[in-house]
Structures are given as structure tokens and as C-alpha cells.
């Protein structure tokens, strides 16, 4: 059974940083990939990077690209959102996927996605 729980979101300042982390775990023969996702208030959620499990290629959606790293360990089927450098326009609920693999990242578009955790709150104050 696919299992997806974040943990890590919280109030930070403009400029500050925050790292999410992800306890997944069920993967199956077909499920080889990780995303983060977030959803802004009043906004459609919106993919911000995802990660190859076994090649280790990753993505990222421009609004985040050198700010945000996304990183696995398969051991410990664990995946991290490193958040640096982050704006008010990064307030949103973060949620992290199972997915099949890795596709566009587009708003709107939920990719692949075999499993859902239920969100944590990350506030950027200005």
C-alpha cells in the first residue's frame, strides 16, 4: 500500500530557508518516481519538481529552479524539499507523491501521481 506523509512546513521569514521531508513508502516495480507539488490559496496546484528514483534525474518547475532541491534516499524512502532563498509568492500547501514517472510540469496537470500525502503548510512572511 502506497503511504505518503510530510512533514516540516511551518512559518519562515523572506530569505529564509526550509527543508520538507517525505516518508514514502509501498513503492511497487512501476512507481519510479517522486514529485513536490504545491498549492497556493485560491490557486491550482501546480508541480515544482519531481526525481527519477532510479536515474536521479530531477526537474523543476522555473518559478523555483535554483532555489529548491529536491533529493532521495531509496534506503530510507525518504525524499527532502531543500527551500532557499523564500519569496511570499511561495506561501502554499506542499505536497509530496508517489508517481509513476516523470512528466511536464505544468499547472494543473497532477502527472502520473499513484499516491498523495495530505499537505504541509509553508508561510513566507514578507
Known amino acids: 500500500q502506497l503511504q505518503v506523509v510530510e512533514s516540516g512546513g511551518g512559518l519562515v521569514q523572506a530569505g529564509g530557508s526550509l527543508r520538507l521531508s517525505c516518508a514514502a513508502s509501498g513503492f511497487t516495480f512501476n512507481t519510479d518516481a517522486v514529485g513536490w507539488f504545491r498549492q497556493a490559496p485560491g490557486k491550482a496546484r501546480e508541480e515544482i519538481s519531481c526525481m527519477n528514483r532510479r536515474g536521479g534525474g530531477s526537474e523543476y518547475r522555473d518559478a523555483v529552479k535554483g532555489r529548491f532541491t529536491i533529493s532521495l534516499d531509496n534506503a530510507k524512502n525518504t525524499v527532502w524539499l531543500q527551500m532557499n532563498s523564500l519569496k511570499p509568492e511561495d506561501t502554499a500547501v506542499y505536497y509530496c507523491?508517489?508517481?509513476?514517472?516523470?512528466?511536464?510540469?505544468?499547472?494543473?496537470?497532477?502527472?502520473?501521481?499513484?499516491?498523495w500525502g495530505k499537505g504541509t503548510l509553508v508561510t513566507v512572511s514578507s
Open positions: 507523491a508517489i508517481k509513476y514517472t516523470c512528466g511536464p510540469l505544468e499547472t494543473g496537470v497532477e502527472y502520473g501521481v499513484a499516491a
